[in-house]
Nanobody, 121 residues
Framework: QAQLEESGGGLVQAGGSLRLSCVASGSSFRISDMGWARQAPGNQREMVAAITSAGSTNYADSVKGRFTISRDNAKNTVYLQMNSLKPEDTAVYYC???????????????WGQGTQVTVSS
């Protein structure tokens, strides 16, 4: 088994920055894709950014040019640097990762518990 734990959320003024971190821990595993999604009250959860094990990235149009996703494979950690934050970025941010527990085994999707990001105007 494994778990993902996010950190780094908080309250920030519009135009400010935050850096989210998410570490995967638990049993021995391999990590494939990692990413971040968010969910605002009354809205569906939406993908924000994703990164493959090779470092290829993908972003939602709403955050392109403002958010940067990165990962440290040695630390089983994924980061989300958020700059030029807007009030509409306010949401609970969740990290996700695809984990396999033995060589050649299937990958399973895991989610963290979420961290609140609030951007005031």
């Amino acid at each position: 088994q494994a778990q993902l734990e996010e950190s780094g959320g908080g309250l920030v003024q519009a135009g400010g920055s935050l850096r989210l971190s998410c570490v995967a821990s638990g049993s021995s595993f391999r990590i494939s894709d990692m990413g971040w999604a968010r969910q605002a009250p009354g809205n569906q959860r939406e993908m924000v950014a994703a990164i493959t094990s090779a470092g290829s990235t993908n972003y939602a149009d709403s955050v392109k040019g403002r958010f940067t996703i990165s990962r440290d494979n040695a630390k089983n950690t994924v980061y989300l640097q958020m700059n030029s934050l807007k009030p509409e970025d306010t949401a609970v941010y969740y990290c996700n990762a695809d984990l396999a527990f033995y060589s050649g085994g299937p990958y399973y999707g895991y989610w963290g518990q979420g961290t609140q990001v609030t951007v005031s105007s």
